[in-house]
Nanobody, 130 residues
Framework: QVQVAESGGGLVPTGASLRLSCTVSTHILRNFPMGWFRQAPRKEREFVAAISWSAFTSHYADSVRGRFTISRGDDKMTVYLQMDFLTPEDTGVYYC???????????????????????WGQGTQVTVSS
């Protein structure tokens, strides 16, 4: 059983910052590269950022690179998305996702496709007012 839970969304003005958190809870012995996706009203869900299990590698969508930072906590089961210089175009529901990999698999890969991930959170709303 694997549970993924996000928190930290809210309503902020243009130019503000928010930090989203995502925690994976499980008793199974696997490693979890993780990613963030978002879905704006009337649009498809899109990739935002991803981080490897080791946290040595990460990747961002062009639309957020330089403004958003993904990081992993010391316990490795929590991932953060620091979002700076927010604009109304960043409005949407933000989803955290976790991919289950074996302990012997390389910890340095990140994944950017929705279908790469095995477990999803319920999403947290981010609204940026103009």
């Amino acid at each position: 059983q694997v549970q993924v839970a996000e928190s930290g969304g809210g309503l902020v003005p243009t130019g503000a910052s928010l930090r989203l958190s995502c925690t994976v809870s499980t008793h199974i012995l696997r490693n979890f590269p993780m990613g963030w996706f978002r879905q704006a009203p009337r649009k498809e869900r899109e990739f935002v950022a991803a981080i490897s299990w080791s946290a040595f590698t990460s990747h961002y969508a062009d639309s957020v690179r330089g403004r958003f930072t993904i990081s992993r906590g010391d316990d490795k089961m929590t991932v953060y998305l620091q979002m700076d210089f927010l604009t109304p175009e960043d409005t949407g529901v933000y989803y955290c996702a976790a991919k289950s990999i074996r302990l012997e698999d390389s910890p340095n890969y990140y994944y950017i496709g929705e279908y790469d991930y095995d477990y999803w959170g319920q999403g947290t709303q981010v609204t940026v007012s103009s």
